[in-house]
């Protein structure tokens, strides 16, 4: 519905400075937004009825182009590098009064009053400006939603404020180019322009409680995904792009607390979101078929191409980006647990693509070995992957979610140790990637096999086997898993050049410990021990 602006407190959008004779088009529904966003031309329909937009210039996050305010709650607790850049307050004050003066000026506004945190107790309440209705979409999906009666009282905490059609000017602006988003929390102000990518706004608000929760609250952030059993036993996964975190945790004998981004609080592990943020590159029915069948009437496919003249997405179509995604509410998934709130985990899955074939399929790590592993957040993209790439190349990344982390990575993986040994969660290493061989000589395991190891972990059927410890590694792998042949189980016996294997291995140990060395100074002991072994 479009509702005159003073129903929707005048007074709170003129103290973030916008005066605009706009119409207002405030909280509307996903139909709305839709038949909205196909009459302006900015979308169309697919076959299945769901929403398909371009974003425009940029189909992925801006990562260069992400800026917080520099000031006295953040000059000595964030952790400034290549992701969290510095930003004077001047430009950020600068750049809000531009961006309102920019949308007061606009015939149409779009605003949406919803929250994060699915645990009330952390609730944080946010209002979306917007100048797409496909953007505020986009915010409908993601972010939770209040009742009727909420709206009533409703008072935001946040703003987010975004326009892909204002553009910065860098000479002036402080920015590096037109575009930017800029984070001051100071002014609990998330600033978006001269981009159309929705994942800022999800990856802004993210950014900000995984600044806010670890630091003033004592809730570990987590990128992850997490999903509970039917005796209330929670799973969380942490994996980089490619390393099988949706799919694995999309346990159709589990319910999905959520896909994405959670806390872990003294009881219980919550989800961020009130939605999915999902790729769709290659998607089909039978490898993915929550998703797939979510791309319905509300969802918000974006950047995807057709079959030929048709309505039909053609999901393996990279012409536009291979970042292709649909954004579409938690509901729209059969197992979805609502509310989004599970207990305490029991086990927690560190999944890597290792294209090296070096690391084992399934292995148990110490709370040490854990937070080296946590921070050093190891993949390996193969070929095919990227442009260039012929080979494998290691990815670290701290976290899981580097460019989303404000405070040192050691601050968060000693907040996951002392959760870990306080609650006796068994924390394991699942290598989705390579055995017998690198990329191009061995084999990439078989999801069959990875399901199983990941079920006999859930199930406490590795409890009581014998390990044996990875020699450069030192994680610890079991001897015997069910359904899973015992050679597979330590990836030395399955290469064919034993010599070879060791020299690979020494190679991806060389390249952990250089990648620490960033870190080395923010760790505690206990940590830095857990290096790998190099002789």
């Not at 000017?169 to 575009?179: F, I, L, Y």
């Amino acid at each position: 519905m479009s509702v005159p602006t003073l129903q929707i407190s005048l007074d709170n959008l003129l103290q973030v400075g916008l005066s605009t004779e706009a119409n207002i088009h405030y909280q509307l529904d996903a139909a709305t937004l839709t038949s909205q966003t196909v009459s302006r031309g900015q979308g169309v329909l697919n076959s299945t009825g769901a929403l398909c937009i371009n974003t425009g210039e940029f189909t992925g996050r801006s990562p260069q182009d992400k800026f917080i305010v520099k000031d006295a709650i953040t000059e000595g607790t964030v952790h400034w590098n290549n992701f969290n850049i510095p930003i004077d307050e001047k430009y950020f004050l600068q750049l809000r009064t531009k961006l309102l003066n920019y949308l007061g000026q606009q015939e149409e506004l779009w605003v949406r009053d919803c929250y994060a945190c699915a645990d009330t107790n952390y609730k944080l309440r946010i209002r979306v400006m917007n100048e797409n209705p496909w953007s505020n979409l986009f915010a409908h999906n993601m972010f939770l939603r209040p009742t009727e009666e909420e709206l009533d009282s409703f008072t935001p905490e946040w703003h987010i404020i975004q326009a892909p059609g204002f553009k910065a000017n860098p000479a002036v602006d402080g920015t590096r180019q037109h575009n930017f988003a800029i984070v001051s929390f100071t002014h609990k102000t998330i600033l978006i322009g001269g981009t159309g990518y929705t994942g800022e706004m999800k990856k802004g608000i993210f950014t900000i409680l995984n600044f806010l929760l670890p630091h003033q609250k004592n809730v570990l952030s987590m990128h992850c995904s997490a999903n509970m059993g039917k005796e209330g036993d929670v799973a969380i996964f942490f994996g980089l792009s490619g390393t099988g975190k949706t799919t694995l945790s999309a346990d159709p004998n589990r319910l999905l607390i959520g896909d994405d981004e959670h806390g872990w609080t003294g009881n219980s592990v919550f989800n961020f979101e009130g939605g999915c943020y999902a790729k769709t590159i290659d998607l089909s029915e039978e490898k993915e078929p929550e998703i797939f069948n979510a791309i319905k009437p509300g969802a918000l496919v974006e950047n995807v191409d057709f079959v030929g003249n048709t309505d039909v997405i053609d999901f393996a179509n990279k012409y536009i980006t291979e970042n292709t995604r649909v954004s579409y509410p938690l509901h729209f998934i059969s197992n979805a647990l609502e509310p989004s709130i599970g207990g305490l985990p029991k086990n927690i899955f560190f999944l890597t693509c290792d294209a090296y074939g070096v690391l084992p399929p399934i292995s148990k790590l110490t709370p040490g070995q854990a937070m080296y592993q946590f921070i050093s957040g190891y993949t390996a993209k193969v070929a095919g992957t990227e442009l260039g790439v012929t080979e494998p190349k290691s990815t670290f990344s701290a976290c899981f979610g580097a460019p989303f982390l404000p405070l040192h990575p050691g601050f968060y993986a000693e907040m996951l140790g002392k959760k870990m040994k306080e609650h006796n969660v068994n924390i394991w290493m699942i290598n989705t990637g390579w055995s017998g061989g690198s990329y191009g000589v061995g084999k990439r395991m078989k999801l069959g096999y990875t399901r199983a190891m990941i079920t006999a972990a859930l199930n406490g059927e590795l409890d009581h086997v014998l390990y044996e410890p990875h020699p450069v590694f030192g994680m610890m792998m079991p001897t015997h898993c069910p359904t899973v042949p015992a050679e597979l189980l330590n990836p030395r016996n399955t290469w064919a050049d034993k010599a070879a294997y060791d020299a690979k291995a020494k190679d991806l140990a060389e390249q952990f410990i250089k990648n620490f060395t960033k870190y080395r100074d923010g760790v505690s002991h206990e940590i830095l021990s857990a290096a790998p072994l190099v002789i």
